[in-house]
């Protein structure tokens, strides 16, 4: 099989693009990136030698530039994970999110419509997408994979826009899809303008750690490498058509997650308790902020048999140990551009 998977240098791509070039040689896998500020091919060097793994550096955007790998290469599937990915940054320039998220999106349908015309059979476009199109929830319940979609940023919007697109082509032009809406994943790689890397590295360097409103916005977190097992599994057993929740059964207020973030890193720092809770700095709240992230897993646990591997407490060990153990990785992603970012989104 000719894989191509988009968005391959990113924090989740980075793992999938791992994981199906070390469990699957007789695959090849292709690895198409813009490299914007959160690709970063540091995340493979590990694999970026195998021989059945290959890389492009290019636009989804680029409608000409799509068709061509598609011409040349002829894909089996796709595992399209390519986005901007981050709320904060879509509040401030929701356009750019329309062109990836959207219009990245309908080029790779049209590419994949016209180059599986005439031989559908063993294709497939995968949609790797968020719980966020789902909306907020209240104290109670949970999103299913039958939640009315009710996006409130302009990053879930432009997901639950491009849903809606992969789900359309399969009615109107019969592509063969899938599509899963997963919750907050962290992890190793994880670029560090989301609240876990970005507080672990505020933590390392004793900057104030800028927890939004209140505090008592609730996520289900989910260690990245579950995402990627769940992605490998919905992409080779999800049925046609389908729609697959994934999440973490683990959901957390941030300020109770900060806090237990605090102390973990005293520890590691050997730094006296309570050194990083005193960093705690409650700022302006994030606008249309929603309340509570919840998944109910269950389709995928019950159709496909998937279940995280790993507790929270030996997640949240494993990315602390990566980051302290690659300081260069984190020095190098957070000079120029990220610099210029953080003093506005913070100043
Ligand atoms: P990320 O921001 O870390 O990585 C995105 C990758 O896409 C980067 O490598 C970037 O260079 C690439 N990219 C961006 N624009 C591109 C373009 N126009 N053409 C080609 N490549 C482009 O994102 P992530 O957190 O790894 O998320 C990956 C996917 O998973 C996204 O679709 C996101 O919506 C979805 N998702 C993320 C989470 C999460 O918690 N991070 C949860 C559920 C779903
Ligand atoms: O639910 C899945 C989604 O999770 C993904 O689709 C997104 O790509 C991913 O970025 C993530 O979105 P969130 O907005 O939930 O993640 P973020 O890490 O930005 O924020 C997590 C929570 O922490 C949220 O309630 C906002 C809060 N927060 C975040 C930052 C960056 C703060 O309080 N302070 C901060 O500085």
New binding site residues.
């Given amino acids: 099989m000719k894989i191509l998977v ?2 391959g ?5 980075s793992h999938v693009v791992r994981r199906m070039v070390t469990t699957y040689s007789e695959y090849t896998i292709y690895n ?5 500020y ?2 970063n091919l540091e995340n493979l060097k590990d694999i970026e030698k195998a021989a059945n793994y290959k890389f492009f550096k ?4 680029d409608e000409a530039f799509v068709f061509e790998i598609f011409k040349e290469y002829n894909f089996d599937g796709i595992i399209h ?6 709320v904060d940054r879509s509040i401030k320039d929701p356009l750019a999110f329309v062109k ?1 998220n959207i219009i ?1 999106t309908v080029n790779l349908l049209n590419a994949a419509k016209e180059f599986w015309k005439d031989d559908k059979k063993g294709k497939k476009f995968y949609h ?4 966020e199109v789902y909306g907020s929830l209240g104290a109670n319940g949970l999103f299913t994979e039958e939640t009315s979609y009710q996006p409130n940023s302009p990053y879930s919007a432009s ?1 639950a826009s491009s849903d809606h697109f992969v789900r359309a082509y399969g009615e109107t032009y019969g592509l063969p899809y899938v599509i899963s809406n ?4 962290y992890g190793p790689n994880h ?1 560090p303008e ?1 609240l876990i890397p970005l507080f672990i590295n505020n933590i390392i360097e004793g900057k104030s750690l800028p927890v939004y409103g209140n505090g008592k916005y609730t996520r289900d977190w989910l260690f990245v490498e579950d995402h990627a097992a769940a992605i490998d599994l919905v992409f080779h057993k999800g049925k046609n058509r389908e729609t697959y929740n994934i999440g973490g059964f683990n959901e957390w207020q941030n300020i109770d997650l900060v806090k237990l973030l605090c102390k973990l890193m005293d520890n590691k720092l050997q730094r006296s308790l309570g050194t990083s809770e005193k960093l705690i700095a409650y700022v302006k709240d994030r606008p249309g902020h929603d309340l509570r992230y919840a998944i109910d897993a269950s389709k995928i646990s019950k159709e496909l048999g998937w279940k995280p591997s790993v507790t929270f407490e030996e997640g949240l060990e494993k990315t602390i140990n990566w980051f302290l153990e690659n300081k260069e990785w984190l020095l190098n992603v957070t000079s120029g551009e990220y610099q210029d970012y953080y003093n506005k989104m913070y100043s």
Avoid: P, Q, R, W
């Fill in positions: 988009t968005g240098a990113g924090f989740i791509g198409l990136d813009a490299l914007t959160a690709g290019g636009d989804i955007v994970l390519a986005a901007e990915s981050h990836t990245g790797v997408s968020t719980d997901k997963c919750s907050n994943n670029f989301k």
